[in-house]
């Protein structure tokens, strides 16, 4: 390999020191996180309110650190749960295991499991660190439940199901920006991600660059360098 070749190798690690240092106070300051971003998981609800969740333990089964933890039960007839057979009786996720791969997404047939932009825990026992159902859950209106331990901010609630928009059936393209996702409670049936097709801005699911939301908060010294 020459010298050229090993050069090319540092092109990105080049491009990168040519860009503008960005800074937070963190934590008091955080950036926002894009759409697909990897949080705690959250269980999803249909617009009439019924649960997403089958109980079918597919998530439970392609789990590779053995987090997740699922029971089905037969619906009661006179107040079914779900709109299937069956719903999720118990379910609960271990986040001292989780590593956030995604995997249970993937495998739900439902979209019933998504992950939402809310990272941070701050645990004081062992207990808290796994979610039952009662947590998982969204409220009436949509949005995650909060637990005290939970730093939330400002935006983290919203997209949870952004990965589920991500890429078309089976990498497609001729599904790109086609909806094929079910209504989710407090959103109805959002839109298509950006940039994977040629849908309008105003007809697709935001996206942004860090860089140019944080660009004018990145001070200028003399002479115009960027610190």
């Known amino acids: 390999m ?17 860009e503008p240092r960005i800074t937070t106070q963190y934590p008091k300051e955080k950036r926002p996180k894009p759409p697909r971003f990897h949080g705690r998981h959250v269980l999803n609800r249909y617009e009439d309110g019924m ?27 006179e107040d079914p749960v779900s709109p299937g057979e069956r719903y999720g009786f118990v379910y609960e ?18 979209e019933a499991i998504t992950e939402s932009k809310l990272f941070e825990f701050s645990f004081t026992s062992r207990e808290d660190a796994i979610y039952t159902k009662a947590e998982l859950v969204v409220d009436d209106d949509g949005k995650p439940r909060q637990q005290p331990w939970e730093d939330w901010r400002e935006g983290d609630d919203k997209l949870d199901s952004g990965w589920m928009r991500a890429t078309s059936p089976s990498g497609d393209p001729d599904y790109e920006g086609i909806v094929h996702w079910s209504n989710e409670l407090g959103y109805g049936t959002r839109a298509p991600e950006r940039g994977q097709s040629d849908l309008p801005p105003e007809q697709a699911t935001p996206e942004f660059l860090v860089r140019e939301v944080m660009a004018d908060r990145i001070p200028r010294k003399a002479g115009g360098r960027v610190r």
């Open 93 to 110: 996720i271990n986040f001292l295991r989780c590593i956030h791969c995604d995997l249970c997404v993937e495998a739900c047939p439902t």
């Open 51 to 77: 649960e997403k969740c089958i109980g079918c333990e597919l998530c439970a089964g392609v789990c590779p650190v053995g987090c997740i933890y699922v029971r089905g039960k037969d619906n009661p007839l």
């Open 2 to 18: 020459g010298v050229l070749d090993g050069l090319k190798g540092f092109k990105v690690t080049f491009k990168q020191m040519a």
